[in-house]
């Protein structure tokens, strides 16, 4: 599930600011990255089933693996894990309202954190 408006999309920041700020949000980027992309993802549980919460980004310059690259994020995304297949994203997962809401929550207390730190993808008419 696409969560959208959130103004993180339009977000374009350093690497090591979305690695310091992120986490305390509960966003963690652990092994989830290459040299172009990077994942963080908050893991949630609730009644027997695991959630993830996940806020990508892609580096228009610089290199993610040295640490020194400037990243493009994407639109956050929720999923359901299932096991042993991996997580789903797709629109016709069901997401309990309060889980959807709780994210919204955190994206935007994240938002609010990260948009002084970096510029905003310029509007297009």
């Known amino acids: 599930m696409r969560i959208e408006n959130t103004g993180i999309e339009k977000l374009r920041l350093d690497l090591n600011v ?61 999923g359901k894990y299932y096991y042993p297949h991996g997580v789903e994203y797709g629109e016709d997962e069901n997401f309990p309202k309060a889980l959807v809401n709780r994210c919204k929550e955190i994206l935007h207390d994240a938002y609010e954190q990260l948009e002084p730190l970096g510029e905003k993808v310029p509007e297009t008419i």
């Open 18 to 78: 979305l690695d310091d700020l992120l986490p305390k949000f509960g966003l963690i980027r652990a092994g989830q990255w290459d040299y172009e992309r990077v994942t963080y993802d908050r893991k949630i549980v609730l009644n027997e089933h695991v959630y993830y919460l996940r806020v990508q980004g892609y580096a228009i310059e610089g290199d993610v693996g040295a640490h020194d690259a400037f990243i493009q994020l994407k639109v956050p995304i929720l």
